[in-house]
Nanobody, 122 residues
Framework: VQLQASGGDSVQPGGSLRLSCAAS????????MGWFRQFPGKEREFVAS????????IYQDSVKGRFTISRASAENTMYLQMNSLKPEDTAVYYC????????????????WGKGTQVTVSS
């Protein structure tokens, strides 16, 4: 499975961005997708995950109420709508596929996509 993330950009604090992640195919054995981010000099951290049907989600506490993860199952595509962006959201964002949304939230990833840079600055 190949994952392609896009949509990263530079925005001002309080602004919004929508990230997209397209999967080349539905993995035979994995049933959840998620977003992670990496700050300079830090390890990647979990942001949000969603099951393949796009019904159940998990969010990191710091993004709850601001970010929304969603899926377009027919298109093998996942989105991350990011609102009320803060400078501390500045990072490289990665999409990922895993066995389920819970395991993704614990950092168990089977496939990674390339990252897309999000910069929040005035």
């Amino acid at each position: 499975v190949q994952l392609q993330a896009s949509g990263g950009d530079s925005v001002q604090p309080g602004g919004s961005l929508r990230l997209s992640c397209a999967a080349s195919a539905r993995p035979d054995s994995y049933f959840a997708m998620g977003w992670f981010r990496q700050f300079p000099g830090k390890e990647r951290e979990f942001v949000a995950s969603i099951n393949w049907l796009g019904v159940s989600t998990i969010y990191q506490d710091s993004v709850k109420g601001r970010f929304t993860i969603s899926r377009a199952s027919a298109e093998n595509t996942m989105y991350l709508q990011m609102n009320s962006l803060k400078p501390e959201d500045t990072a490289v964002y990665y999409c990922a596929v895993g066995a389920n949304r819970q395991s993704l939230s614990r950092g168990s990833v089977e496939f990674w996509g390339k990252g897309t840079q999000v910069t929040v600055s005035s």
